[in-house]
Nanobody, 124 residues
């Protein structure tokens, strides 16, 4: 079992930055592939970014590439999402996700565990 607890969401003006954190606990927390997904009102949950278990490989959705950075600190069992140059289109609930193994996770069906989500609102 893996538990995920997000923090760091909030309200920010367009062009601003936020950093989301996700505390990961459980038996495989230090080796699981981790990711961030988001869900805007009336839309399906979509992939944002992912990082493998060792932290040396990342992958991003085209919509956030160059603006968002995912990282992890396995000593602290925490994964981060640094979000820069935010726009209103980034407004959503952001969810931390963990996969079964150390691989990247880009699809919701690959996710075994979800966090409760944290709201990010970007005002124009």
């Amino acid at each position: 079992q893996v538990q995920l607890v997000e923090s760091g969401g909030g309200l920010v003006q367009a062009g601003g930055s936020l950093r989301l954190s996700c505390a990961v606990s459980g038996r495989t927390s230090s080796s699981a592939g981790l990711g961030w997904f988001r869900q805007a009102p009336g839309k399906e949950r979509e992939f944002v970014a992912t990082i493998n278990g060792s932290g040396d490989t990342t992958y991003y959705a085209d919509s956030v590439k160059g603006r968002f950075t995912i990282s992890r600190d396995n000593a602290k069992n925490t994964v981060y999402l640094q979000m820069n140059s935010l726009g209103p289109e980034d407004t959503a609930v952001y969810y931390c996700a963990a996969g079964q193994r150390s691989l990247l996770i880009t699809l919701t069906r690959q996710v075994l565990y979800w966090g409760q989500g944290t709201q990010v609102t970007v005002s124009s």
